[in-house]
């Protein structure tokens, strides 16, 4: 069977909107009300790269007669991972460094009402709301996903070297339960 032609190719991918392009997108983050915790707005300029999150069902096997039978078992998530530039304010990363606070307590070990705690002051968890949307060609918004109940569960070093030029980043892991497409 032959190839069909690329102009034919080309003029379907156009008059189809085109393809996603990889590097056209923007990512929120928004942690718990109080203490506000969302990552400044700027975040959706300094986010460098992320990824739009994967779901597995494991599968769950039931050996009948010496031969394991696969049944869909439960869906799972890998952690979402965020690359950051760093901004000269540290702002971002601050904010990140204080929800990890509220999550695990002071940086000596110490927990209080305030540092620590799974429920915060307000009555809500220490979880937060991510979105990744793709941005069409035209500048529009095209589909977007949302995080549900992310939290971060590490952030990275960053290195600091006379040798090196560019920009600062660093990667954000985040824990998360669900996430759903818009």
Request: charged share 20%; with cysteine; proline share 4%.
């Amino acid at each position: 069977m032959a190839l069909p032609l690329i102009s034919s190719f080309k003029s379907k991918l156009a008059n189809g909107g085109g393809a996603a392009r990889p590097n056209l997108f923007k990512v929120s983050i928004k942690g718990s009300v109080k203490p506000d915790l969302s990552v400044p707005i700027i975040a959706e300029l300094l986010v460098k790269g992320t990824s739009i999150p994967a779901g597995t069902i494991a599968a769950a096997p039931l050996t009948y007669g010496g031969r394991p039978i696969k049944y869909a078992g439960f869906r799972t998530y890998e952690n979402w991972t965020t690359t950051i530039i760093n901004d000269e304010d540290f702002a971002i990363r601050m904010k990140i460094q204080e929800w990890m606070r509220q999550i695990s307590g002071q940086l000596d070990g110490g927990r209080d009402k305030t540092y620590g705690v799974y429920v915060n002051k307000a009555g809500s968890y220490n979880e937060g709301t991510g979105t990744v949307t793709q941005v069409n060609k035209n500048g529009s918004d095209g589909e977007s996903y949302t995080i549900n109940n992310i939290w971060p569960t590490s952030i990275a070093e960053m290195t600091v070297d006379w040798s090196t030029d560019g920009f600062m980043e660093y990667a954000v892991e985040w824990c998360f339960d669900t996430w759903k497409h818009n």
